[in-house]
DNA sequence: ACACGCCCTGACAGCGTTGTCCGCCCCCTT
DNA sequence: AAGGGGGCGGACAACGCTGTCAGGGCGTGT
């Protein structure tokens, strides 16, 4: 900037001010300076713009991995909000590590992002609160924030929609109707076995329920394990896409009912087509960013907590017969 | 970092060296200044300490959409390099448009990233080489510069691929292949159609081939009017993933044979399954990132260009007869 | 013609960090 | 006991930018 100056024989403030679009500058220098700007090729140092100014017009984003697809939905949602907002995105997957959320979280504060978006993959939070107190502003997308941190937090319905599928499959005769999903330490995991387990009432039997994080060989095993039972279940909830997709694999053929949570491409070029309870990974990715700009702008109202709804799509493989 | 220093009753210069892990502070003194650090909540500014060092620890990806499954894939092996250089990962989608690319790039480049992979919308790249001079190395994935711009590239083996799937057809018997891809102006689509054209020789007509971006309805249209010809195709080669999957959803279940270009999840799962020539898109993030860093560690040889392997992965649908 | 005011320009400080350089103090050696 | 050296801590400048404030030149009104 300095050369720039030098070179269009104005003062380092003037060249500032042409960059940066303020008034007050003659037209005739600013196209000197202009000139000058694309002969050296300067770019400005937003680096120094940062520091100077304190904001970062960043803001940052933790996934547990953008490589699936749910995730890359909410990714490419987030980004486009910021890019709305004039704002970069860093973004970072957990791979569903605690203390990985931790350091990226960290790092991201360190690097003054104006704020973050988080599926936390830990249940202590606690680490925030020296951030969130220095004015970092947090939504927690997907998964809430462990105990005693109460913050903007923006969920699909997973129990409910969990009852609708169960139901869904009660109502075609179904009596036995099978769990899998992922690891229960997993909030959305867990709470979709919540809304599994209330839909069933006196008919849960937690034989018929397999919660680890999907593998084709364990999970056949599971499925093996429960066909081999004195009343095998002739239907099966699947807890999220990749159990579901995992499922099917496992499953190889074998003809029972099945309704998954979360939507997937080519669920309906399947035969049968995927039943699934779905949810709108862009939306939650919208909403989420959407919230947490609002906070940017200066919005101090208490957290919110905004719970998104899913829907059943039916497709086929949800209304076979027991 | 003033505050830390005063609470801890030292310079600034120790709270630094404390902070950077530098030699030559007396234990105790860093214990205390630890303490301090931990008591205010204290976190370094990066944006300062870039300003400083010159050195961001940041690099680039622009991409054409996070949400399609390929650079997904690809976006996370990048990821995971970077981190493995403890840099982070600010990321951008393009959406297909050169302007938006452009307008990435330099924002990149504005925030003084170290480096940057980029898949090229465009097909201009001259607005790149005052940031090359300025020492800012660029990769690029997928897609070659355009004209006139030597540098580092990283390619699937597209014109390969495509014959290899062509003749993967013509091998089953089929005469009347046709060729459904995405808009000529995309290099990947261009060169896929060269190879396809490359591989039926004498064979070639050109009313087998649709190219423009993937939408059901028009698809389906093409393909309809080539079904009418007097000579009707009895094989498919598609372009890419999405045009696969639009295909396949266009055709609706009519039999015609089948070979696309890139893997997708549960094409195993589909009934027949479906043929594919594969590329492995985490293994040109990590091949085009790990360049990156090579170039980032001072290595000032000749622009490289790799040519990854692709590989035919029989399902089902490449081998049914005409 | 003079005063006033407006438009434009420039000097300067400071954002939070790190690199350089200097000086203190303590301990060891002679 | 005096001199030398090493280990430790601190003062200062600079990275590139922007906010504040001051000043110069020129037009306008009386």
Do not use: W
Request: charged share 30%; aromatic share 4%.
């Amino acid at each position: 900037m300095k050369d720039v100056a030098t070179a269009a024989g104005v003062a380092l403030k003037t060249v500032s001010r042409v960059v940066n679009g303020e008034p007050g500058v003659h037209p005739a220098t600013a196209e000197r300076v202009r000139a000058a700007i694309d002969r050296l090729g300067y770019r400005r140092n937003e680096s120094a713009r940062v520091l100077r100014r304190g904001r970062t017009a960043t803001i940052g984003l933790v996934i547990e991995d953008v490589a699936d697809p749910f995730y890359a939905g909410l990714s490419r949602a987030v980004e486009d909000v910021a890019i709305a907002h004039d704002c970069l995105l860093l973004s970072g997957s957990s791979g569903e590590e605690a203390g990985r959320e931790r350091e990226l979280v960290e790092t991201f504060c360190a690097r003054r992002v104006d704020g973050i978006v988080v599926v936390p993959a830990g249940a202590d939070h606690g680490y925030l609160r020296p951030e969130l107190e220095a004015g970092t502003k947090v939504v927690f997308a997907d998964r809430p924030p462990g105990a005693g941190l109460d913050a903007d937090t923006v969920l699909a319905d997973n129990a409910g929609g969990a009852g609708r599928a169960v139901r869904h499959l009660l109502g075609q005769g179904h009596e036995r109707v099978a769990f899998v999903g992922d690891a229960p330490a997993i909030y959305t995991a867990a709470e979709r076995h919540r809304g599994y387990r209330d839909a069933l009432g006196d008919r849960y039997d937690p034989r018929l329920v397999a919660m680890r994080p999907p593998a084709e060989e364990a999970m056949r095993a599971d499925l093996e394990r429960m066909f081999a039972l004195d009343r095998p279940p002739t239907a099966i909830f699947t807890g999220n896409g990749r159990c579901t997709v995992t499922a099917l694999r496992a499953l190889a053929g074998r003809k029972v009912a099945l309704v998954g949570f979360d939507d997937f491409e080519l669920a309906d070029l399947l035969r049968p087509g995927v039943t699934v309870v779905a949810q709108d990974p862009a939306r939650m990715g919208r909403v989420a960013a959407e919230l947490l700009f609002r906070r940017l702008c200066g919005d101090e109202g208490p957290p919110e907590h905004i719970r998104l709804p899913v829907r059943l799509i039916p497709r086929g493989s949800g209304e076979l017969a027991p």
